[in-house]
Nanobody
Framework: HVQLVESGGGSVQAGGSLTLSCVMSGYSSMYFMGWFRQAPGKKREGVSCIRWSADNTYYADSVKGRFTISHDNAKNTIYLQMDKLNAEDTAMYYC???????????????????WGQGTQVTVF
């Protein structure tokens, strides 16, 4: 039984920072882990993703230089450090996992098998 549990969301002033966490359980292997977000009335978009074994990281243009994705193998946890937040970052944030290899972008929905319940980030 796989499970993804996000935490760390909240309300923050523009210019502030938040760190999201996603604890993953039940996996024997992981290939890509990603963070996505969805604002009201908008499509879900890829924010950042990372290859578990190779530490390759990828970012949407809108967050490059402000967000940092990382993972802790021992804790089966991925993080999203978000700095210099602005109102456009307000959204529900989801983590996702693709356990098996994938050739192609990890910033799109298609490859991911499992999703967390989401954590809300509000920037005012």
């Amino acid at each position: 039984h796989v499970q993804l549990v996000e935490s760390g969301g909240g309300s923050v002033q523009a210019g502030g920072s938040l760190t999201l966490s996603c604890v993953m359980s039940g996996y024997s292997s992981m290939y890509f882990m990603g963070w996505f977000r969805q604002a009201p009335g908008k499509k879900r978009e890829g924010v950042s993703c990372i290859r578990w074994s190779a530490d390759n990281t990828y970012y949407a243009d809108s967050v490059k230089g402000r967000f940092t994705i990382s993972h802790d193998n021992a804790k089966n946890t991925i993080y999203l450090q978000m700095d210099k937040l602005n109102a456009e970052d307000t959204a529900m944030y989801y983590c996702a996992v693709r356990p098996s290899p994938w050739v192609g972008s990890c910033l799109v929905d298609q490859p991911y098998n499992d999703w967390g319940q989401g954590t809300q980030v509000t920037v005012f």
